[in-house]
């Protein structure tokens, strides 16, 4: 196993309530890499929803506490991202804001602050909004996770439209979001697999961390028609797990 370097940042600067919740973030990262070795990310439509419901479906039984129920991240769950600008995964947000057409994560604790399935894709959809997909569940969540809960037994799906569409700047840069210019993805690239420095959240400003790993996939041989040679669809990335509240509570830029 490839050894991850804790000691870049020092954690005791992480609002992460507990030891698990930075086990979290590590282990779901890790096994995020290996998931994305095995599986093809969407490149039509179609296979969008189908990707988030196997992602949701396989992230439920990694590491606790599980994706529905990381009480203590602020924004971020499990997370892909290419280079190509394609973004997908899971996002902590307060659902009934999204619902009445406005942006907000909402407050840690706060009733309806849920994970939502969401999509950013200029090669599926022709820009770079960011879509949320509503997940929903057959009995109610519990209020926390147990190990004696099995995965399949609260695995929601997720819902074939979006009900929520952002489309707006990054407020630290004041360009369009695009996920491969994040503080994040770039610390990837730079220093590998770790937490990162503290960064803005591109919406409120507020500084936080995020447990982040570069990934590559190589796709089947495929022969293009007509020339009679064989391809490889290459694809790679990062995976961002978790975003913590930066302990100082301040915002990471003016």
């Known amino acids: 196993h490839k050894r991850y370097d804790w000691a870049r940042v020092s954690l005791s600067s992480f609002v992460v309530h507990d030891d698990d919740e930075r086990v979290w973030a590590q282990q779901a990262t890790e096994k995020a890499v290996f998931f994305l070795q095995r599986v093809e990310l969407p ?81 599926v959809y022709g820009d770079l909004s960011w879509r949320a997909f509503q997940i929903e569940y057959s009995t109610p969540l519990p209020k926390n996770v147990s190990l004696s809960l099995s995965p399949s037994s609260i695995v929601g799906i997720v819902s074939p439209t979006p009900f929520f569409t952002w489309s707006g700047n990054d407020t630290s840069t004041g360009q369009t979001y695009h996920p491969c210019s994040r503080p994040w993805y770039q610390h990837a690239l730079a220093e590998g697999a770790g937490f990162t420095q503290p960064y803005a959240d591109p919406v409120t400003g507020e500084g936080m961390v995020s447990y982040v790993a570069t990934w590559q996939h190589v796709g089947q041989r495929r022969e293009a028609a007509g020339e009679g040679v ?9 995976v961002v797990c978790g975003s913590f509240l930066d302990a100082r509570g301040d915002k990471a830029f003016s």
Not at 61 to 81: E, M, Q, R, T, Y
Not at 90 to 99: E, G, I
Not at 230 to 238: D, F, L, Y
């Open 43 to 123: 490149t039509k439509q179609a296979s969008v929803v189908p990707f988030l419901q196997e992602l949701h479906r396989v992230a439920m039984g990694w590491i606790i506490p599980a994706l529905d129920f990381g009480c203590s991240v602020h924004s971020k769950g499990v997370n892909v991202a290419t280079e190509d600008g394609d973004y997908f995964g899971f996002y902590s947000v307060h659902v009934p804001t999204l619902s009445s057409g406005l942006y907000s994560y909402g407050s840690l604790g706060q009733p309806g602050k849920v994970f939502v399935a969401s999509a950013i894709s200029p090669a």
């Open 230 to 238: 064989s391809h490889q669809r290459r694809r790679r990335g990062v």
